[in-house]
Structures are given as structure tokens and as C-alpha cells.
């Protein structure tokens, strides 16, 4: 399974862990108004483990080490591996009575029982990743990052270079900040790539291909100003724009044909969605300081030409603790419209260009709620992070025929997010 895409897991660890390891040309914009830290070195580690309800599980440790060359020149590599295993929705709808799948390789089958949701039970994957960062002057007032990635999963693996210049103004009071990126990916499915919208052979006749590997390239802009307001407040504004080519299809996805009558699945075909996409995202930051505590609060809006709109509000509160601190989080993300080609199953004699019932690209909604607390150590900082979020979406789409009324074709989706976290210089 490919970890890159986007999806409820991913999203829950990127929370879980951001602020704590900036890689992107966004996060480096985020960081362009703080002043260089005084230790030679900096080693930051975590350890997430995130588990959903009867469903996947991962576990990812992170280590990034950072060296400052100089007053205004560092670098950093991080390393990352993610581990996930668990079954996971194929996209199929539930039925009343029991219904068998191919697996991806074709070479078995499994079985979900009747009124449940199929879950694929052969999702499993590890991926290695590992990046740098590198900031060097340009000046007086002006840094370069530059910054470079690699993962490897047993199907997808990954290769990125980008670079974001950061300009001070009014006394380095203001940062403005402009970066790109660049990802040539490759996708090797387990059994190859499926035709989209071809229908699933029954075992063990082999399914139909359009390859064994598809290549997909990912272009990312971002302009960004991060203003000092006064001696208490940062503000920060990015607009970034992405654009994707290539195989976009998640080969690992059904959708089911149902009679149009009865709501009863008659056949399962593979997803299909279009080859480019267009994505653009306003993010707004502020932190403000209370005495020795700290809010911090975010807002960011996404649309893309899919058809899909989504609002995210996240909301940090550090309480001080005389050197330890309580850390509130509250985060709420809304997908308000679903992508224009998602379809929960599709009806006998439909005709459709592309089509997908990945919950992922439907209305949902996400709410993300935990508290973290650190204490100081001799030479850095250990903290715990616990917590709980829940994703809801339409269980019961109106004119679902037949059997479909009844089915929860949107179940909610429950899971624990447990992060420890230790930080050292010297």
C-alpha cells in the first residue's frame, strides 16, 4: 500500500507530529522569524503509534539530527519509517448477505460477512524515508533551504528536491518567503495497475493491467510573509499551489455495481480517477505569548479542481508549569464537498469517465482532541502526547436503493494517537 497518499492515517500523524520536525518549504517559512538556537547540535526523536478501531495500525519512529555550521547556516537529515498493518475499507459496499474479493496480487481471496463494510485484510506496507534540509546566507538578510527527500515502500517509491529563499525586511521583523518542489514518484502495484473501471475476475483468473509500474510527478509552489506584530505576536500567511500528474488512481480501490432496484452488489470494479489535478491552499498562523504561556492557532483552506473543498482549524494551548507545560490540542477539519467523480457504488448501466467510492474524497468530517505534557531534562525536553479523534461522514446517502437504505455505507472511524517525544542539544 502506498503511504504518500492522502488519507485519514497520514492526516493523523501529520498533526500528531507537526511542529516538530520542519522539512517542507512551508515549515521553513513557519520557522523564518525565529533566531538561530544556541547548541551546536540537536537531536529530536518521537515515536507515534496510531490505532484505529478494528482497523490499521501504524507505528512510526522519527529521528532528526541537526548540525549549526554557523550563525546562520545549518543543516538537518531526518529518518522516518512508517509501519502499518491492519485491514482497511476497499470501497466496496456492505451487502445482506456474504461477499468474497480477489486480493491485489490474485492469488487469494478473502470474505466479508454479511451487513459489514469489506475490509481489505492484506493492507500492510513499511516505508523508509529519508530527507534533508540545508539553510545557508545569502547575504545579510537572505537564506536559502534547500531540501530533498527519498522513500521506498515494497510498491511506491518517492524521490523530491525543492528549495525556498527567505527574504528579511523592517529589521527582520518581516520574512517573506517563496519555495518550490519537485517529486518524481513510481508506483509498482502488487499484481500491477489495474484497467480502472474494469471489473474484478473472480479467483484465480488474473485481473486486467494497464502496466506493472505508472509514474506520478508532484509540483509544489508556496509564497509566504511571517510578520513579527510586536513582542508577543507572530503571524504567519502561505498560499501554496500544487499541481499532480500522472497515475493518480489508488490501484488498490473498488466500487461496486448494484442492482438499481434491489441495492444488491452484482459485480466489483476496479477505481478510476483523472490524471492531473490542481490543488490550492490559504494557511493562516498566529502565536501569541501570555506571560511564559503560548497560543497557538491556525486556519487553512483547500480546494482543488476535483471538485473537493475542505477547512481545518487547529488550536494549541501551552500552559507553563514552572519549566514542564500542558499542552491542550484541538484540531477540526470539515471536507465540505466530496470530489466531483466520488460515488459511494454505482448503478447497473451507469456510465461513467471516472469513479471512486474512497471514503477519502468524500463529505467527511475529522475532530482531533489530547493534551501533551513535557518536563525538562539536563540536556533537552521528553514529552508524552495522547489523543482521540473521530471521523464521521454520510452513512446513509439519500436515494441508496434497496438494501443500501439500511447498510452504514459511512461507518465512523475511531483512533488513539500516542506520541512520545525526547529532544536534546549540546
Not at 497515475?247 to 466500487?255: C, E, F, G, S
Not at 514529552?383 to 438494501?403: C, K, N, W, Y
Amino acid at each position: 500500500m502506498q503511504l504518500k497518499k492522502p488519507g485519514s492515517i497520514l492526516h493523523a500523524l501529520a498533526a500528531a507530529t507537526c511542529g516538530l520536525f520542519a522539512g517542507t518549504p512551508a515549515a521553513q517559512a513557519q520557522m523564518a522569524a525565529r533566531p538561530a538556537p544556541p547548541s551546536t547540535w540537536e537531536v529530536d526523536s518521537a515515536l507515534l503509534i496510531y490505532s484505529e478501531q478494528d482497523r490499521v495500525t501504524a507505528i512510526e519512529p522519527v529521528v532528526r539530527i541537526k548540525k549549526q555550521l554557523s550563525e546562520d547556516e545549518d543543516i538537518a537529515f531526518k529518518l522516518v519509517v512508517d509501519s502499518l498493518t491492519g485491514p482497511s475499507p476497499s470501497g466496496a459496499v456492505p451487502s445482506t448477505a456474504s461477499q468474497t474479493f480477489t486480493s491485489p496480487s490474485g492469488n487469494d481471496i478473502y470474505s466479508t460477512p454479511a451487513n459489514a463494510v469489506p475490509l481489505d485484510p492484506t493492507f500492510l506496507d513499511t516505508r523508509v524515508a529519508l530527507s534533508f534540509d540545508w539553510t545557508r546566507p545569502l547575504g545579510a538578510e537572505r537564506r536559502i533551504v534547500y531540501t530533498g527527500h527519498g522513500s521506498k515502500e515494497f510498491d511506491y517509491t518517492s524521490i523530491g528536491l525543492g528549495a525556498t529563499v527567505l527574504q528579511d525586511f523592517n529589521s527582520r521583523n518581516t520574512t517573506v518567503s517563496a519555495g518550490l518542489s519537485y517529486n518524481a514518484d513510481r508506483v509498482e502495484p502488487v499484481g500491477g495497475a489495474p484497467s480502472g473501471l474494469a471489473t474484478q475476475p473472480a479467483f484465480p483468473a488474473v485481473k486486467p493491467i494497464v502496466g506493472k509500474s505508472e509514474g506520478k510527478s508532484v509540483f509544489d509552489a508556496l509564497l509566504g510573509v511571517t510578520q513579527l506584530v510586536n513582542r508577543s505576536t507572530l503571524t504567519q500567511f502561505n498560499y501554496t499551489f500544487g499541481r499532480d500528474s500522472g497515475y493518480l488512481t489508488d490501484p488498490y480501490k473498488l466500487v461496486s455495481v448494484v442492482d438499481p432496484v434491489s441495492g444488491i452488489p452484482l459485480q466489483t470494479i476496479y477505481e478510476k480517477r483523472p490524471e492531473d489535478r490542481s490543488r490550492n491552499a490559504l494557511y493562516w498562523r498566529m502565536l501569541k505569548a501570555f506571560d511564559r504561556d503560548v497560543l497557538d492557532l491556525s486556519y487553512r483552506y483547500y480546494w482543488d479542481d476535483w471538485g473537493i473543498k475542505a477547512h481545518t482549524v487547529d488550536l494549541r494551548y501551552r500552559r507553563d508549569l514552572d519549566g514542564r507545560y500542558f499542552e491542550p490540542h484541538l484540531r477540526y477539519s470539515k471536507q465540505s464537498s466530496a470530489a466531483d467523480f466520488y460515488r459511494p457504488f454505482l448503478r447497473t448501466g451507469e456510465s461513467v469517465q471516472f469513479a471512486s467510492a474512497d471514503y477519502r474524497l468524500a463529505p467527511i468530517s475529522t475532530l482531533t482532541a489530547g493534551v501533551k505534557y513535557a518536563v525538562p531534562t539536563k540536556t533537552g525536553e521528553f514529552s508524552v502526547r495522547l489523543e482521540f479523534m473521530l471521523q464521521t461522514g454520510e452513512d446513509h446517502p439519500a436515494g441508496a436503493p434497496g438494501q443500501l437504505a439500511s447498510q452504514d455505507l459511512f461507518p465512523d472511524t475511531r483512533a488513539l494517537i500516542l506520541q512520545f517525544s525526547y529532544s536534546l542539544g549540546w
